[in-house]
Structures are given as C-alpha cells and as structure tokens.
C-alpha cells in the first residue's frame, strides 16, 4: 500500500514536471518582441479583455512576425490585431490595414468602414501604419510586404459579388515578397462543406480555403491548432451568443515560394 502510494505520488510529480516543461517550451516559443507587443500598456481595454480568447501571442508566433516587417492586414475591423503589428514590427517596419471603401452608390451619411483604421494611424504611437483602401475589388499595396494577414474576415471575400476569390488570392500572392507569408485566420464550418455558410453561419470549410489560396500559386506550410475547439457543432452563427468568441477556428500558413 505504501509503496504504491509512493509510486503514485512519483507519477504526479512526473507528470507536473511534463507539464511545467511543456508550458516553458511554449513561453520560450514565443519571441520576447511578440510577448511585449502584447504587453504594451497603450492596448484598449476593449483588446486586451479578449486576449484569452484570441491567442494573440501564440497566433503572431506561428505567423513569424518580427521587427522590420512590413505587414498589410486585410480587414482589419476594429483594429485588434493592427496595433499588436504596429508595436512588434516597430519604426523599422511598415503595418498597412487594409480596410474596405464607402460602397459605391453609398449614401452621404454612410459610416466609413475604415474609420477604426483611420484613427488608429493617427494615433502617434502607431506611426508606422497607413490605411490602404480597398477598391473596386482589387488587392494593391505600394510596396511588397512580407506578410498578408487576415482574420475572421476570408470567408467574406465569398459574399461581395461578382469577387473572384482565386484571383484575389492571386493578387496577394503578387503583394508579398518572395518567400512572404498569408495567414488565413476563421471560423470553421462542417467538413465538406465548402463556401456553403460563408453568407448564414460567416464560417467557411478550412480544406476549402487551403485548396482555393494554393490554386494560386502559394506553398502550404501548416496549421496552427491553438484556437481550435471541439464543442463547436459549426451549426451555430458565429454571433450566437452560445458560441460568440468561442467558436472553433483554424489558422493556416501559406507562402509565396522564393
């Protein structure tokens, strides 16, 4: 009886050491100016309330990030990510948010959709980002970059008519500097699915995704698991409040051979 209680006590401690090594391997893979760009007391609260469910310092590890770069964000929404890019590329780098343009025809009084990404360029200590508009649907920057990003957002490329996908993605293939990546962060939908609930659920079929972004050209380089979540039944609009931040979402890492 002792003795196995003594083995069982060994098997905890063992098991705490595995632990403890595997989140100090993690920390450890996560670049000290990543943790500080995440870090920086000049982030809303509004962001950093939601950092626990967006994975921020692991998600721009997995991107590869660094000082240095230039990064254009594509719908960039509320700017979430377009500060933690500004603080982490630095002075020496270059963060352009791609924001959409007011719709043609558009009434007078329409909200500008880049309004967040136009106060956030304003803001000093984001000196470094610049809004590029997006327009008539093209995909143009004014200098390559070395690294496209999108999240939440790829699947409504699917619902702005008349948009052919594939050759959007063939447009930023064109963006980044050889050797550049594209990150394509979403919601996922059922398998097999395909773009079927890009306009109902705004989820989309990560197999889908990879098929469409390689067809233009890019070089699959994996997945990145950490916001995935199993309980999502991918039956629920992504603002169900039963699901709402907590839906199952894939990250995938294209890049653009050299």
């Known amino acids: ?37 995440v870090a920086d007391s000049a982030r809303p609260a509004a962001d950093t309330q939601r950092d626990a ?29 377009t500060r933690l890019f500004s603080v982490i590329v630095g002075p020496a780098g270059k963060v352009y948010a791609v924001a959409p343009g007011r719709p043609e025809n558009a009434a007078a009084d329409a909200p500008d959709r880049a309004a967040a990404a136009r106060a956030i360029a304003a803001d000093p200590h984001y000196a470094n980002v610049t809004v590029s508009v997006l327009r008539a649907k093209q995909f143009s920057l004014p200098e390559p970059v070395d690294l496209v990003w999108t999240s939440q957002n790829y699947h409504d490329l699917h619902n702005i008519p008349e948009l052919d996908v594939a050759d959007f993605d063939k447009a930023v293939f064109n963006a980044l500097k050889p050797g550049g990546v594209f990150i394509v962060l979403d919601h996922a939908a059922e398998a097999a699915s395909g773009f079927r609930d890009t306009s109902t659920l705004h989820r989309i079929d990560p197999e889908a995704v990879k098929k469409e972004v390689l067809s233009a050209g890019f070089r699959f380089e994996g997945e990145s698991r950490v916001l995935r979540n199993r309980s999502d039944a991918h039956t629920a609009k992504v603002f ?12 995938l890492k294209f890049r653009r051979p050299k």
């Open 240 to 251: 169900d409040p039963s699901i709402r931040g907590h839906t199952d979402q894939f990250m």
């Open 1 to 37: 009886m002792e003795r196995a209680a003594i083995v069982s006590v060994g098997a905890l401690f063992t098991l705490g050491l595995a632990i403890s090594g595997a989140l100090a391997a993690r920390q450890a893979a996560i670049p000290k100016y990543i943790t500080a760009g």
């Open 53 to 81: 469910d967006r994975k921020p310092a692991e998600c721009l590890a997995f991107a590869g990030v660094k000082p240095g770069d230039k990064v254009a964000e594509l719908l960039p929404g509320s700017g979430y990510f």
